[in-house]
């Protein structure tokens, strides 16, 4: 993935001086041995003295030492900190770095700032040695950088051993047991480490009976795996089931206000503490798609989380709650309910109950996960309380890692986004620190060679840690430093064309899927069950309350105040304006919040059914176009890579393909209406 050896070719050949004490920077001086072995160059750790070095990795209250590097580094660190105008903070992750003479210099104030500050360095590898380089101080924005994996102890019947999982098997887990594999998962902890990722959940929020166990008896599955992420800053959580006390306690109920049950989240909590002393916490799913939760108990969302969170806030530990509650037993004649209105329903309302040590995670969107929705209003409504993004990096609903589908620029809009309107405070802002939730994605790994299925998804990956770290990063940065670290020049390879041909594949690859799948915003029309490829009419009459209400004379959801279900006006006054009419609703949400005819005009000059006819046509000539592109790097670069990635365009043209003549079909076979360019329709 990200850290081939000769990522480390630029660092391995210097002289490196490491200065502190503690189990990351332990880390620190095995990584940059590692890499001085390969590469030729020493390493020091202190106290050494009078050694003429390159790169300084120091912990500033690591104590005196008669050594010029050290102390210059002190020097300059603190020099450059007065500098940068921003008092002496670095926190417990942050770093700086600075030149001092001939000597890069790299301070921290935590072990874990240095592991920071060292995979800084490799991403910029000689850039970091340069003389001119001005003084850089680095604190992630976000404290909660963390992945949730879904993955399932025992193998699932339906969705076997990683739910939505698109890369083999778990990395943790096998039939039942602990897949045993602890360098895979120490190998993993590096890469999160050096994308910015800090906390992981390890199994999935759909909590079956094995997996409740991972609470109580097989506690030690969990130890293990913290034991192996510690050394690389990875606090570990735990899915849990909310009827634990019923199902491992042998309460006969779970009811939140009950002091016996209060007393079992105590007491099972202590003993998750005196077993991992540093655990991250809960992620619960709780009254979701057939989950249990508080609704049993005739209680609310925040009864539930704040047991939980009393529970864990003697250690320091956090709930983090899900908001993805609807009614997933709906009537689809029905047109009063509507799931996109469900979270904002449950949990506004609560704003201001739940502990500090709660969490609530909002899927970013209204509805799930969908290749386009709305930012999720909940995110703009509960101001009293700590709330988190949660995105998918798995790409359920983006290709399943078969299709290339980049999707930092899409994460990179929705952090960016205003809720209160151009201008004011963002979603990054509302996830941003001591009142911030931080930012949760569900991980898109498994234990397939290449970490992800489609070695181009690791890119998703990657850029998930980093706009985590600093969701202001320009996303083609990002993608930038994961082509150079992942794709390092090699005999065979021009750095150069790689680079440029890898963006020109990636850069607007989200924007290729959503032209030829489901148009402007309406979502959905994938087969249901696992979906993958197109179903246009696969949930339309199902209890799933996703639908798309297409007729002869037009096509998408009526959510206005005015005429439909209200959904528009749970967003602040200027997004609720802009949503509430068709005129306004920006072309991309057209069919999320409207139902339209087919010759409405778009913002764009075109009509709801030509701009369908036209994108879905661009879009698979689009893919083609990739297919060609990925074919100029044959020779170029590891021939498995070559070969995956090869394999699996060639699956994206099939399947885009498919994608457009069964749209385009169904939209002809409702309408009526031609294509005004007369392409082929079946
Ligand atoms: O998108 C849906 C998925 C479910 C998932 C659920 C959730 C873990 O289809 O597989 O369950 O979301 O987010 O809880």
Request: glycine share 10%.
């Amino acid at each position: 993935a990200w850290l081939p050896p000769e990522a480390f070719r630029a660092l391995g050949a210097r002289r490196i001086l490491v200065h502190g004490h503690g189990l990351l920077v332990d880390t620190v001086l095995a990584e940059v041995s590692r890499a001085c072995a390969r590469y030729g160059g020493r390493v020091w750790h202190s106290p050494s003295w009078d050694v003429d070095v390159d790169l300084v990795l120091a912990l500033r209250g690591a104590g005196e030492l008669p050594n010029p590097a050290v102390e210059a580094a002190r020097a300059v660190g603190e020099a450059a900190l007065v500098e940068i105008g921003d008092g002496e903070t670095l926190g417990d992750e942050g770093f700086l770095l600075a030149r001092a003479g001939e000597v890069t210099v790299v301070v921290a104030d935590a072990p874990a700032g240095l592991l920071y500050g060292l995979f800084h360095v490799v991403r910029l590898c000689a850039a970091a040695y340069d003389p001119a380089r001005p003084p850089e101080r680095h604190r992630p924005a976000l404290h909660r950088r963390m992945l949730n994996h879904w993955d399932n102890v025992a193998v699932h019947p339906v969705m076997g051993q990683v739910e939505r999982g698109y890369a083999g098997g778990s990395i943790f887990w096998c039939a039942g047991r602990p897949r045993g594999d602890l360098a895979r998962i120490r190998d993993y902890g590096r890469l999160l480490a050096a994308s910015g990722v800090n906390a992981i959940s390890v199994n999935n929020v759909n909590v079956a009976r094995t997996e409740a166990l991972l609470l109580t008896d097989r506690l030690g599955d969990v130890a293990e795996i913290a034991d192996v992420l510690r050394p690389y800053g990875i606090r570990v959580h735990l899915s849990v089931t909310f009827a634990a006390p019923v199902v491992l306690g042998g309460l006969a109920t779970a009811d939140p206000m009950d002091e016996a049950v209060r007393a079992w989240w105590a007491t099972t909590t202590r003993n998750v503490y005196e077993r991992i002393p540093d655990f991250g916490g809960y992620v619960v799913k709780a009254d979701s798609e057939g989950q249990p939760g508080p609704f049993t108990y005739g209680r609310d969302h925040a009864d539930g989380a704040n047991v939980l969170a009393e529970a864990l806030a003697p250690h320091g530990g956090v709930v983090h709650w899900r908001a993805f509650v609807y009614n997933h037993h709906q009537d689809w004649r029905d047109r009063s309910t509507d799931r996109a209105r469900a979270a904002y329903d449950h949990f506004a309302p609560l704003d201001g109950r739940f502990h500090t040590n709660v969490v609530v995670q909002v899927k970013f969107g209204p509805v799930d996960f969908q290749t386009r929705e709305p930012v999720s209003p909940v995110l703009a409504a509960m101001p009293a309380t700590r709330l988190a993004m949660e995105l998918q990096v798995t790409q359920e609903y983006t290709g399943q890692q078969r299709h290339v589908c980049h999707l930092g620029p899409w994460w990179s809009e929705l952090l960016r986004f205003g809720p209160w309107g151009p201008g004011g405070r963002t979603i990054a802002d509302v996830a941003t620190g001591e009142a911030g939730g931080g930012l949760v994605a569900v991980a898109n790994t498994g234990d397939d060679l290449f970490w992800t299925g489609h070695p181009l998804a690791q890119a998703n990956l990657y850029t998930f840690g980093r706009l985590a770290w600093d969701p202001r990063l320009d996303p083609t940065a990002v993608l930038d430093e994961w082509i150079a670290l992942t794709f390092p020049p090699s005999a065979t390879a021009d750095p150069e064309l790689v680079g440029r041909t890898l963006h020109e594949i990636m850069d607007d690859s989200w924007r290729t899927y959503e032209r030829y799948t489901a148009p402007l915003g309406v979502g959905f029309m994938v087969n249901p069950g696992d979906h993958y490829g197109p179903g246009i009419d696969g949930y339309e009459y199902t209890r799933w309350g996703t639908y798309h209400f297409a007729d002869r004379d037009g096509v998408g959801v009526d959510r206005s105040r005015a005429s439909g279900t209200g959904f528009a006006a749970q967003y602040p006054p200027y997004w609720a304006q802009v949503y509430e009419s068709p005129e306004s609703c920006p072309d991309e949400l057209l069919l999320f919040f409207h139902h339209v005819p087919y010759e409405h005009v778009l913002h764009s000059g075109s009509t709801v059914i030509q701009h369908i006819y036209d994108t879905h046509f661009a879009g698979v000539e689009e893919v083609a176009v990739m297919r060609r592109r990925w074919q100029t790097l044959n020779g170029m670069i590891d021939a498995a890579v070559y070969e995956r990635v090869a394999e699996r365009l060639d699956e994206q043209v099939r399947s885009a393909t498919e994608w457009r003549d069964q749209v385009n079909t169904y939209f002809f076979r409702k309408s009526g209406v031609p294509d005004e360019r007369g392409r082929r329709i079946y």
